[in-house]
């Protein structure tokens, strides 16, 4: 069974920055993408930024491109990060990490491509 667990939510003040993290398990895909999405109150999911198992080939939305950073652990590569900073109160949203298996060259830019979830951490940003 594949389980992904979101860590490092909770509220932040307009400015900072903080780091999530996700680990998965049963998931034994080895070419794979991974990432993140959010969801604002009242608003469709919007997917963030994704790493490719191939090559580490990175994607990140236009909302957080140039202040957010995704990685994944140097010892295990079921752990994967996603780093912002500079955060406002429009970043303030349910963070989901996701992740699918990959065949051919499906493009992990959009939420409804992947295919296992985790149950999401509210991030909180104050002005």
């Known amino acids: 069974q594949v389980q992904l667990v979101e860590s490092g939510g909770g509220s932040v003040q307009a400015g900072g920055s903080l780091t999530l993290s996700c680990v998965v398990s049963g998931f034994t895909a080895r070419r794979n993408c991974m990432g993140w999405v959010r969801q604002r109150s009242g608003q469709q999911r919007e997917a963030l930024a994704s790493i490719y198992s191939t090559d580490d080939f990175t994607w990140y939305s236009g909302s957080i491109q140039g202040r957010a950073y995704i990685s994944r652990d140097t010892t295990d590569k079921n752990i994967f990060y996603l780093q912002i900073r500079n955060l406002t109160p429009e970043d303030t949203a349910m963070y989901y990490c996701?992740?699918?298996?990959?065949?051919?060259?499906?493009?992990?830019?959009?939420?409804?491509?992947?295919?296992?979830w985790g149950q999401g951490i509210q991030v909180s940003v104050s002005s």
């Open positions: 996701a992740a699918r298996s990959r065949t051919g060259y499906e493009a992990c830019t959009t939420s409804g491509i992947f295919t296992y």
